[in-house]
């Protein structure tokens, strides 16, 4: 079935450190492509997506470009914030396509 | 608007006792999903209502787990005689569905759920 794997954290940067939070994916043709953040006592939101090979999703400064070649969708931000301190979960749908499958989960850590 | 929102927020049980947790879904949302969360094990799918339709309660771990929908809208999440191996955050979620499963689940903020 579909599954993804991300790296595991935490992940431990200083304040406007470049960001990159590995996800790579296995996947039945081509679905799209989620990743969610949960921000310490929240639930988990949207942060972005893209939905066929070559897209990029970007929002709050965050990219992930959904790579076929590499089954990767990897995401980046340039420069992190304290408040980007959070959980962040790659996710694709599931063979049946009914719900998504989340992968474990990286811990941001960003210190002034 | 009104997000999704679970009740209670936390719940402490004994082993062996019942359990139910709530979901209200944004209004108007056809698709309703739970998920567990455990440490370290992300999140794991357990049953999904779409409408009127059956719902897909592969997820769901064993029998002692079940859930309902009433009119569309409200869920319960019952957990019969409670296991130390339970005790997890509970997520519920809601969609509108329209364009498939690539439409965007809306997550309520769970229910931390410690089995003693």
Known sequence: GNSVTQMEGPVTLSEEAFLTINCTYTATGYPSLFWYV???????????????ADDKGSNKGFE?????????????KGSVQV??????FCALPNSGYSTLTFGKGTMLLVSP | GAGVSQSPSNKVTEKGKDVELRCDPISGHT?????RQSLGQGLEFLIYFQGNSAP????????RFSAERT???VSTLTIQRTQQEDSAVYLCASSSRQGG???T???GPGTRLTVL
């Open chain 1, 38 to 52: 949960q921000y310490p006592g929240e639930g988990l939101q949207l942060l972005l997506k893209a939905t066929k």
């Open chain 1, 64 to 76: 992930a470009t959904y790579r076929k070649e590499t089954t990767s969708f990897h995401l980046e």
């Open chain 1, 83 to 88: 408040s980007d301190s959070a959980v962040y």
């Open chain 2, 31 to 35: 698709a309703l999903y739970w998920y």
């Open chain 2, 56 to 63: 897909d309660k592969s997820g769901l771990p064993s029998d």
């Open chain 2, 71 to 73: 009119g569309g809208s």
């Open chain 2, 101 to 103: 499963v690539a439409d």
């Open chain 2, 105 to 107: 689940q809306y997550f």
